[in-house]
């Protein structure tokens, strides 16, 4: 008899098959053959990844041949999910995101449908606030309990994000999205993070155009916490107004001004003890960028999108210190480091790279390079570019975030225990 996990999953491809039935190949019915064959082919090529990821890992553990296309979710679960619905999907809703290759949508679920009795809080989770060095344990299915709990806090049906292929694509692009959206899977479900969303399920085989991940929902995303925090600032500074449409003096002013400038350190300072838990496990993420990280309800920043992440691994790969064969111009190029954008040779310093970017954008509430064009930014690594550094900056921040953390040499480069530790030194001060 089919668990209730698998029926719940299975009413949800239904809705995808049926909302997609004439874009997707339907490969539970009949279909032409050459779309079945494409299929496979599909399958074949995200079973190959997986069991490439999976060799030599200190991640990823493959139990049998038959298994290598399964996610190996927390909880011993297999793809059909970590968490027991009870009931039926109540509905698949809107798009609220979208990526290169993937689409999110809205996904309603009655909070009675959510088992977590059998998840428990592990104490080696840390919250991104502490200065303790991340934990050594990647996720085990016990610390996703906090998370959980806080998603099914009120009553009625809970919105969750649900993360698919899209279906206007070529057929190079579709292998690669799939691809991508099941390396994702297999990376979130290993890793439990305050900052970093949960995995709830997945449903569908790994390949097959209906797969999906169920996902913790953001509220919104970084780029546009930043819009409201820059105009909130304006209105401070301009009318002397706080963001609850009170008047201040000037005093009062100085001090909001003070108080929002420290909540924008803590937004990086989240973001860097995500970077920084991944970079413990020799993991690269390869594309962080404003667009990749968002605040939920609660105002917790969480980084999300992981189909570029790459494990870095003690094997033929690596060629040097912090130095791996890796894809060339692998992610954003306004946010990518000199050595992803020009070599295949890179490691963790990349990231620290493209932090210092964001910190950058987070900080000073300007996109970087605004205005360039893709030209433009192919010559930024060429010219040496790097956007400039407001004199009331923090000393430290300064010094160790922008110019020794975008440094054009990744050996000169902090590490993010080191960026982590220098925002977390900042924001105590200040706080004093």
């Known amino acids: 008899m089919a668990s209730t996990v698998e029926r719940t999953n299975s009413a949800t491809i239904e809705l995808l098959n ?64 970590n968490i027991s619905h009870h009931g039926s999907v109540k509905s698949v809703g809107d798009i609220i995101g979208s990526g290169a290759f993937s689409e999110v949508r809205e996904y309603y679920c009655p909070i009675e449908d959510f088992d977590i009795e059998n998840y428990v809080q592990d104490d080696n989770e840390k919250d991104s606030t502490s200065t303790s060095k991340p934990s050594s344990k990647l996720s085990t299915g016990h610390s996703r ?97 706080n963001k609850y449409g009170e008047k201040m003096d000037k005093i009062q002013t100085k001090i909001e001004l003070r108080y929002e400038f420290n909540n924008r350190i803590n937004i990086s300072r989240q973001i860097a003890a995500a970077v920084r838990y991944l970079h413990s496990h020799s993991i690269l993420h390869r594309d962080l960028k404003p667009q990749n990280m968002g605040e939920d309800e609660n105002g917790t920043i969480k980084l999300f999108d992981f189909g570029t992440c790459k494990e870095l691994k003690e094997d033929l790969s690596k060629k040097g210190n912090n130095k791996y064969y890796g894809t060339k111009r692998i992610g954003t190029m306004r946010y990518m480091s000199p050595e992803v954008a020009t070599s295949t040779l890179y490691g963790l310093p990349a990231d620290v790279y493209s932090f210092a970017l964001v910190a950058w954008f987070v900080l000073h509430l300007e996109e970087p390079y605004a205005g360039f064009t893709s030209d433009d930014l192919l010559k930024v690594h060429e010219k040496r570019l790097r956007p400039r550094i407001k004199k009331n900056m923090p ?33 105590q001060s200040s706080s004093s």
């Open 18 to 81: 049926s909302s997609f039935h004439q874009k997707f190949c339907d490969l539970d019915k009949d279909v032409p053959v050459a779309c079945a064959k494409d299929s496979d082919i599909i399958k074949e090529k995200c079973k190959s990844a997986v069991k490439r990821i999976s060799i030599s890992s200190s991640i990823f553990l493959i139990a049998h041949e038959d298994d290598e296309n399964d996610i190996i979710l927390p909880g011993n679960c297999t793809s059909r999910g």
């Open 395 to 427: 000393k430290d921040i300064r010094q160790v975030l922008f110019k020794s953390g975008w440094n054009n040499d990744p050996e000169k480069r902090p590490t993010m225990e080191e960026m982590y530790s220098t925002l977390d030194g900042v924001l």
């Open 145 to 241: 309990r906090s998370s959980l709990a806080s998603q099914l806090s009120s009553t009625g049906e809970n919105s969750y994000a649900m993360k698919t292929l899209k279906y206007d694509l070529s057929r190079s692009t579709k292998i690669s999205g799939l691809v991508d959206l099941t390396i994702e899977a297999h990376f979130l479900a290993r890793l439990s993070h305050p900052n970093i969303v949960n995995l709830l399920s997945t449903g569908g085989e790994p390949g097959s155009p209906s797969f999906f991940i169920v996902i913790e929902r953001v509220s919104c995303t970084l780029a546009e916490v930043i819009k409201k925090c820059r105009f909130q600032r304006r209105r401070m500074k301009s009318i002397g107004v």
